[in-house]
């Protein structure tokens, strides 16, 4: 009998393609911040409803077909569905309001930034991951950037040219928020991504825990989102933010997970604290010292240090003891393409069975 088993997490140019998505959503992410100050009259509350509770009930309805089809899939696994749904209803009002009183450039720094490191103890508690040596070094650049960029920002603060030079607390407050924001990001990425690799293709995924946060989001965005339909400007900006960096920016951002880890897609996000704090400086008029463009640095090593491809090595072959089975485990890369293959062999028999099981992306047809 013959079995092979792939639990592989996207390989070659496969995780290069997720690694981009994931990118470009991030670029989408980063306008938010930016996007949400042209509507100044709309609370951080309804920004966050709006964005997030439309964003996900449009991603639901795009993908009805596949949740319908893989339905049995998503009601074996409802807990993991509904802690996903639950990140995202929290994770969009956490992450405006950690905006709205910290600054644009600091609340999404703290908020993205702290991800990756939440993303890497849900998978060694979880999933009992051991993270490559790679995302290690790469995740160390990013969180040094993010922590060079906070300071700068706090340095901006107390010199009187920061949005929260007129309360520490305010910034104390929205730096608390935007890590309450990072764990929340990191559940709802974990969780979309668990789907995924038991089974569930990216749409189905994706489309049943952003349509149950959006649905936990409606009751907010009906109290508070008046403001938004106010004026055209303001209406113009809820919609923006609901289609193009929710919708558009979680539809790759599904796609990126059914083909590189959490921990790495997280760790690849913290390209939106560096777009946010550039279209801060160039847009909302937002000051950032040099030690802050030291931390973009950092966070553009970081990306390269995960991004660019590594040579791959032989695999190692173990036999088996009395059983005249081997086993070929090939290394797993460092980068964005972790995987794990494993293939057990063994004499072939009249009787020859071969069943190939791609959990990381689903059945056909998602």
Request: aromatic content about 6%; proline content about 5%.
């Amino acid at each position: 009998m013959t079995r092979t088993a792939d639990h592989s997490v996207g390989t070659g140019a496969g995780a290069g393609a997720g690694a981009l998505a994931v990118l470009v959503a991030s670029v989408l992410w980063g306008t938010t911040g930016t996007a949400a100050t042209f509507a100044p009259q709309v609370g951080p509350l309804a920004i966050g409803a709006a964005a997030m509770g439309l964003g996900g009930l449009l991603q639901a309805a795009v993908a009805g077909r596949s949740i319908a089809r893989f339905r049995a899939g998503l009601r074996a696994r409802w807990r993991t569905v509904l802690v996903g749904g639950a990140g995202v209803a929290l994770y969009p009002l956490a992450f405006y309001t950690s905006m709205r009183l910290a600054g644009v450039a600091v609340g999404t720094v703290v908020s993205i930034g702290s991800a990756p490191l939440a993303s890497a103890l849900i998978e060694r508690a979880i999933d009992r991951r051991r993270l490559s040596r790679r995302w290690t070094a790469g995740a160390a650049l990013g969180v040094a950037g993010t922590v060079l960029l906070c300071a700068a920002e706090a340095a901006g603060a107390g010199s009187g040219s920061g949005p929260g030079s007129d309360s520490a607390v305010r910034t104390v407050v929205g730096v608390g928020l935007g890590l309450l924001a990072g764990v929340t990001y990191a559940v709802y990425a974990w969780a979309a991504h668990r789907l995924i690799t038991h089974g569930v293709p990216s749409r189905a995924a994706m489309g049943s825990v952003f349509g149950l946060g959006g649905l936990m989001l409606v009751p907010v965005l009906l109290a508070t989102g008046a403001p938004l339909v106010a004026s055209w400007t303001n209406a113009g900006v809820g919609l923006y933010m609901a289609l193009v960096p929710m919708f558009t920016g979680y539809v790759l951002f599904g796609f990126g997970l059914a083909r590189v880890p959490v921990s790495t897609a997280t760790t690849l996000s913290l390209l939106e604290p560096a777009v946010a704090a550039v279209f801060a400086v160039l847009v909302v008029g937002e000051r950032l010292p040099v030690l802050g463009w030291a931390g973009i640095v950092l966070v553009v090593a970081c990306l390269g240090v995960l991004t660019v491809p590594s040579r791959h090595t032989r695999p190692r072959t173990l036999r088996r003891a009395g059983s005249g089975q081997t086993a070929t485990v090939p290394a797993p890369s460092d980068g964005a393409g972790d995987a794990v293959d494993r293939r057990v062999t063994s004499p072939p028999t009249a009787a020859t069975e071969h069943r190939t099981v791609d959990p990381a992306n689903g059945p056909a047809g998602g």
